[in-house]
């Protein structure tokens, strides 16, 4: 390690005062009114340390990620094997150009070609998420030459433009961006789907498994009912698989096989960030069937671009991450890690009727619903009071979203377990006071 310093460069008062003057006041605030006005300094597989302890009764020093950043952490906080390459990969690449061909690009889109559902076989790379559902959302008006979009309600797919435009209205009204050709409809609800499915719609997009709107798993049968009412109407199916893709579920996607071993759909668009950064070096990709791209990119390859989506460095990285995620060892690893995980929420739900309302998931990505939302967002409290970072569903306060990193081992399981089986205890002991 070199000597310069790249953790507590100030002591954590000073950083939170030019946080809240510098990036964000209401957010300081918010954090402390949490008890959690705490900056995280070192950090390495599932753990990572805050600068300093606030109260003795808030977050320990040392906390463990549950929440890996939606699947950001999938590998861990600098898993060594991506650190490596990374460091490897520096003394030959940087960003390369947008404009121009690349190597990793290539090498990249045919390793996802690949692994995709089969007939998903072009990429167009960017570097966030909501990029990456803007460029999907993009290419189906492009083919479809129609303007329709339908979404979940309570489903997000990013703060940028079109992404926006599909999420609830808490998101995009502050903006004056309601737009009546976007329209959302209850997850799982096939009837009424194929309501708002008509002739002007030219996309539809879902998650998997929705995690902002609660980790709700649809019934059997759903997507397969969305395909064929897609196809119906010559609609494209965009499937945004940023946060249960990859593994996360077990098996590689959600969507083929994932939710329902026997339901393997195969979407027009298949939508991945968070984890495509390794947790090291952003990275989104927007992967389509090849009858797609005449469309979008006949009559001018450069209609959709982006400076640093698709960089060198990021493809490289990506690669490398894929080459892990995707062996059949690494996913079976989260199987038995799941089963464990999936076994030890429920028994405290089952200890605990009085707070739990429902268990629910599939590998590593489960929901955890209270009764109320303010009990959901004690319960995370709690939780982190414990070491176990979580958050509540931002558009469904009452359910916990848990996602420990896929990298996760059986004892590590075990102590997850055993310490929100204590927050629960504690809480429940507060609440009988
Ligand atoms: C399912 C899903 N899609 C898309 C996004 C947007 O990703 P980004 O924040 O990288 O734009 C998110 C972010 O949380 C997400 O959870």
Not at 195 to 206: G, N, P, Q, W
Not at 340 to 346: D, H, P, T, V
Request: proline content about 5%; aromatic content about 8%.
């Amino acid at each position: 390690m070199g000597d310069k310093k790249f953790i507590g460069t100030l002591p954590q008062k000073e950083l939170l005062k030019l946080y809240a003057k510098h990036v964000n006041g209401p957010k300081v605030k918010l954090f402390k009114g949490f008890g959690l006005n705490v900056i995280p300094g070192e950090r390495e597989g599932i753990k990572f340390k805050i600068l300093e302890r606030v109260k003795e009764s808030g977050p320990p020093l040392e906390i463990i990620n549950c929440r890996s950043s939606g699947g950001v952490f999938n590998l861990g906080h600098r898993n060594p094997r991506i650190i490596q390459y990374v460091k490897d990969a520096l003394d030959w690449l940087d960003l390369g150009d947008h404009m121009i061909l690349s190597e990793w690009r290539a090498l990249l889109g045919k390793k996802l070609a690949e692994l995709m559902p089969p007939g998903i076989t072009k990429t167009t790379f960017g570097v966030s998420g909501g990029e990456a559902i803007d460029c999907a959302i993009k290419f189906s008006r492009a083919y479809t030459k129609r303007k329709g979009c339908v979404s979940a309600i309570g489903g997000y797919h990013g703060h940028t433009g079109f992404a926006m435009l599909t999420g609830d209205p808490d998101f995009k009204e502050n903006f004056l961006w309601g737009n009546s050709d976007f329209r959302q409809v209850p997850f799982g609800d096939i009837d009424a789907m194929k309501r708002a499915i008509t002739e002007d719609v030219a996309c539809v997009i879902l998650e998997t498994i929705p995690a902002t709107g609660g980790v709700l798993i649809a019934p059997e049968g759903y997507f397969a009912a969305v395909r064929e009412a897609c196809d119906d109407k010559g609609t494209m199916m965009i499937i945004d698989e940023v946060q249960a893709g990859l593994g996360r579920t077990g098996e590689f996607w959600a969507i083929y096989g994932g939710m329902y071993p026997n339901e393997k759909i195969v979407p027009d668009f298949m939508v991945l960030g968070k984890g495509m950064s390794s947790g090291i070096y952003p990275l989104s990709t927007c992967s389509y069937k090849p009858f797609i791209e005449k469309a979008v990119f006949k009559e001018d390859p450069f209609i959709h671009i982006s400076t640093t989506g698709g960089s060198d460095i990021g493809c490289a990285i990506a690669h490398e991450m894929l080459e892990i995620q995707s062996d059949p060892k690494f996913l079976e690893h989260v199987k038995e890690m799941g089963k464990l995980f999936g076994k030890g929420l429920n028994e405290i739900a089952d200890k605990n009727p009085d707070l739990i309302k429902d268990v629910r998931g599939r590998g590593l990505m489960w929901g955890v619903e209270y009764h109320t939302e303010t009990d959901g967002q004690l319960a995370m409290l709690h939780s982190i009071n414990e070491g176990i970072l979580l958050n509540y569903c931002g558009n469904k306060k009452d359910t916990l979203i848990i996602m420990p990193p896929l990298i996760v081992k059986k004892e590590e399981i075990e102590d997850i377990i055993e310490r929100l089986d204590r927050a629960m205890s504690n809480f429940m002991k507060l609440k009988k006071k």
